[in-house]
């Protein structure tokens, strides 16, 4: 079979196989047992599995082993020879079964009936000292079973094993995703690709692709970009993804966010509002006929589809052309917004598929949701509530989400209150809040439900992603998704916040090892696993050490220097800032202060990052956009020392410090274009490299070109 898989490889850790020894089994076993303290072999696989029973030695793979499989399980079968082709270099056999027995020193897949009760995705493995048996009702048990055997594989000094043990397993939630944001930083295709290869290592079975302009609609071409995947890359897609058993589900905004489309002016008399680009008038049926039409494309192109993600969300503009005026009058702005979209949900059951749409519209006008299509699937999205924080909430009032505690629940309307307040209130409340709420109502009024929290959003720098933040939301969220009920989780990933996606597989894994098992949350014992799993590293605290030191380094940059009060902090880029904003605020000698501390802080995580390369066997691309990052956050730290020098009159240490910033933007921006250009089409990488050093760049010759004329102050310079 001729398998789609990308040619990346993120391995690198090839054995050269040696005489099986007992000794250095034991020694590997022992360090990877002393890891994990307290657990037991199989403790290090993410997602953690359900039950696990040791058992006694371990097998080893040798290339004497065979895979043996019935006729169904062809491609699982390849798919396993093929992994550990490239992961460890082993090059095994694949026979079909036979009526006879196996034989030992085997792997042995088979169908079983024995779990059907445990879903479609569950499996059986045992492993002992004579081989391996991987039973599951249906190939997408066999294939977990097969990652699940990938993880627990030991390899060094010349051996290749796995422990003895028996797992059964199966996952909590049916749906576990992760949203590929098309937007912006539009990776290369074989990277897209081995996103998608590296999402099923955790099992995740679900990806939500936003294409925008990214996708090659013949009928209006008008709006597709250069950028955009051709038509036989999609297929090779969906091939991609049957193979690794994630279906994907695609996302077409259906009334607002369509500026890719309202920007081109043979479609600037379908917008609400003549100057803004941003939403269709619902009532001009110009703009169903196009979606209808783009819609027809897309599924087209990916028959298999179950879901259709008809986006719906933030449609800030609704109501205001005179014909939707006169209709809001008549309907109320929730009346035009929920027939326009019933159109939209019939069109896409009518197809075969089930419509997706974002909550935040119909919790803001909570009495139409009893009128919307019932097979709609709401999507529920809240990025920043979290358990260990539950004083505040977000919700969906005025505009998109805004978050509430005690001081400002007055605020909140009294049409969105009384419907939702029931569902904050809990003991204490409204001091805590009972976290979650939209999808405890959407469950109680009859709709399939998605958490949506999220792994890269507003919030976060443009550098890493804010841990801190993201995995208290994610983990509480899928918690309260389990126990309702819900569908399953689609973690959502924003590519307009440009944190490169390198940085999120932590997030990423958190949330495929939720999803699978939200009761385990001990958050060090993960992050142990993770290097482990995902670095191939042992003894590696310091990585993790220096992520959270970035993301709360930067997140320290974004909410304390005064750049941020202007509004401007999702990039974090502050030279774009003028001096004369930071005399106003006052705020030079804050600006020195925490440039000093975030110049020791990245040089520190920057040490630590270094010192664990070498030691890392595989996705050591990762890394490198950590230490990327920690350049980064060091040089802009100095920027800010720089004002704070200026402002002290220390001329002449000013200029010295802005020249080498200025010498330094070349070197960093030639080390960015070439890691970048391993994820990124070059176009995005030039435009990556622009917007985060072309304001700087000026900005500092501005400063230098003031400093050699030597007036006092930078603003009265000009
Ligand atoms: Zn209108």
Known sequence: MNTPLPNLVFWDSRVQLKPKSFLIEERILKTYRQMIPGEHTAGSVIPQPKEVQNGEGVFHLQNSCAILAGQELSEEAEFLSRQLAD???????????????????????????????????????????????????????????????????????GQIFLPALEITDWP???????????????????????????????????????????????????????LALSWEQIKELNDLARLLHIEIIPLLQSLGHVEYILSHSEYAHLREVPNDFSQYCPLNPESQRLFKELAAEIIELHPDIQFFHIGGDEADSLGQCPRCQAKAREIGKGGLYVEYINEIC??????????????????????????????????????????????????????????????????????????????????????????????RFFKDRGFDVIAAPSVRVDGDSG??????????????????????????????????????WETLWLGIAWTAGHAWSPEITDRQGFERKFLQQFYGAEDQTGIIEAKYLLSKLVATAIYRTPYNEQGHYWGWEPCYRSSAELKETGNFEKALKVGYEMVEQSERALAMLESAEPRVKRNRLSLQFYQWAARMVYHKSRLLIAWGLIDQARKEKAQQLLQSLLDEILVLRDQMGRLFGQIMVPEEVEREQMLRFEGEQEEIKRLLSYLYRNPPHPDEAE
């Open 346 to 439: 019939r069109f896409i059951l009518n197809q075969g598929k089930r419509p997706v749409l974002w909550h935040d519209m119909l919790a803001r006008n909570p009495e139409v949701v009893d009128h919307l299509v019932h097979d709609a699937v709401i999507m529920d999205w809240d990025y920043y509530s979290r358990d260990d924080e539950p004083f505040k909430i977000q919700i969906y009032d005025k505009g998109g989400g805004q978050i509430i505690t005690k001081e400002n629940l007055s605020e909140v309307s009294e049409k969105v209150r009384s419907v939702f307040e029931p569902y904050w209130k809990c003991e204490g409340y409204p001091d805590r809040f009972n976290l979650f709420g939209y999808t």
């Open 172 to 226: 909590t939630l049916q749906m576990r995703g992760v949203h590929i944001d098309l937007k912006a930083q539009m990776p290369t295709f074989e990277y897209l690709k081995g996103i998608l290869q590296r999402l099923a290592e955790y099992k995740i079975n679900t990806v939500l692709i936003e294409y925008e302009d990214k996708f090659p609609y013949q009928s209006h071409p008008k709006i597709v970009s250069p």
């Open 87 to 157: 992961r460890f270099g082993l090059k095994l056999p694949i026979r079909e079964i036979s009526g006879h027995s196996p034989g030992r020193g085997n792997i042995v897949m088979e169908r079983t009936k024995s779990l059907e009760d445990c879903g479609y995705e569950s499996y059986i493995l045992q492993v002992d000292i004579d081989g391996i048996q991987l039973e599951a009702p249906q190939p997408a048990g066999i294939f977990y079973g097969i990652q699940t055997l990938l993880q627990l594989i030991q390899a060094g000094e």
């Open 463 to 500: 550098y890493s992603p804010t841990f801190e933040f993201h995995l208290p939301n994610i983990r509480s969220f899928i918690e309260v998704a389990a126990r309702y009920g819900a569908l399953g989780v689609v973690a959502t990933s924003w590519a307009v916040r440009r944190t490169p």
